[in-house]
Nanobody, 121 residues
Framework: QVELVESGGGSVQAGGSLRLSCAASGTIFSINAMGWYRQAPGRQRDLVAT???????NYASSVKGRFTISRDNAKNKVYLQMNSLNPEDTAVYYC???????????????WGQGTLVTVSS
């Protein structure tokens, strides 16, 4: 079973920083795009940032300039460096990946269980 496990969440004061990590494990031949999403209490899950296997990135407008997504393809990991955090960033952060176990088969999607980020003012 392929799974994603997030880590690095916690509590931080406004203006502070956190670095989230997500590791993929299991039988994986290749991972295509990876991303971070977040869901605040009572809110819909929203995209935070994505990164392709080639390193192309895109960000939600609310985090652009403050967050940086990166990945280590050799380790099947994706990271999210979060700077200048504000209370509106408080949410459960989920990582996401598209992968395949063999070459030339369809890509499959997998989600992590989430890590909580709490930003206090």
């Amino acid at each position: 079973q392929v799974e994603l496990v997030e880590s690095g969440g916690g509590s931080v004061q406004a203006g502070g920083s956190l670095r989230l990590s997500c590791a993929a494990s299991g039988t994986i031949f290749s991972i295509n795009a990876m991303g971070w999403y977040r869901q605040a209490p009572g809110r819909q899950r929203d995209l935070v940032a994505t990164i392709t296997s080639g390193g192309s990135t895109n960000y939600a407008s609310s985090v652009k300039g403050r967050f940086t997504i990166s990945r280590d393809n050799a380790k099947n990991k994706v990271y999210l460096q979060m700077n200048s955090l504000n209370p509106e960033d408080t949410a459960v952060y989920y990582c996401n990946a598209w992968y395949r176990k063999r070459i030339s088969v369809p890509w499959l999607e997998v989600w992590g269980q989430g890590t909580l980020v709490t930003v206090s003012s």
